[in-house]
C-alpha cells in the first residue's frame, strides 16, 4: 500500500496544480489535468489489483 500511498501524494501535487489557474497558462493547466486523470485511472486499477 505504500505505492499508493505515494501516487495519492503525487495526485494531491497534480490536483492542486490543475486547481490554480492564476498560477500557471492554460496549457500547462491542460497537461495537469490530464496527468492527473491518468493518474486517477491508473490509481484504481492498481488498488483494484493488490486489493485482489
Known amino acids: ?3 499508493i500511498s ?3 501524494a503525487t495526485l494531491d ?3 492542486s496544480e490543475a486547481r ?3 498560477d ?3 496549457a500547462r ?3 495537469a489535468i490530464e496527468i492527473a486523470r491518468t493518474l486517477d485511472k491508473d490509481r484504481r ?5 493488490i486489493s485482489e
Open 20 to 22: 490554480e489557474p492564476a
Open 1 to 3: 500500500m505504500e505505492l
Open 45 to 49: 486499477f492498481l488498488f483494484a489489483h
Open 6 to 8: 505515494q501516487l495519492d
Open 24 to 26: 500557471i497558462d492554460e
Open 29 to 31: 493547466q491542460d497537461v
Open 13 to 15: 501535487s497534480v490536483h
